[in-house]
């Protein structure tokens, strides 16, 4: 017996290494272009174009009610400021709006 001791996860002979850098490679990136997802049916197109759309629509939404908001924000701050700018607000919505509830609500600018 020889004084040497071997190591257990060593491999023993030429063809283990082999075996054991093939296993490892597998593991590996394979080489070459990757391989495409499954394509799309034309009916999942639609309906991923139909989902975007509606996404683009609400968002261009909540950017509209944003956008009225702040001028609504700038118009009353004015017309609150200035009787002549009130005056004609005043006009203007009263030609406009007809229902009692959204007249009364908006009585401090129609005065």
């Known amino acids: 017996m ?6 257990p996860d060593a491999p023993s002979s ?7 850098s093939s296993s490892t490679s ?3 990136k394979s080489r070459g ?7 799309e049916t034309p009916q999942q197109r639609i309906e991923r174009l139909e989902a975007e759309l ?8 909540v ?3 944003q956008r009225d908001s702040l001028v609504g924000s700038v118009v009353v701050r004015h017309a609150l400021a ?12 009263k030609a406009a709006v007809k229902s009692k509830a959204d007249l009364a609500a908006l009585a401090e600018l129609l005065t």
Do not use: C, G, M, Y
């Open 63 to 65: 950017a509209e009610q």
């Open 14 to 20: 030429p063809t283990a290494s082999t075996a054991a």
């Open 82 to 93: 200035h009787a002549d700018f009130k005056r004609q607000l005043a006009t203007i919505l």
């Open 26 to 28: 597998a593991a590996k």
């Open 33 to 39: 272009r990757p391989k495409s997802p499954t394509p």
């Open 2 to 7: 020889s004084d040497t001791v071997e190591n």
């Open 54 to 61: 509606q996404q683009a629509r609400e968002a261009a939404k």
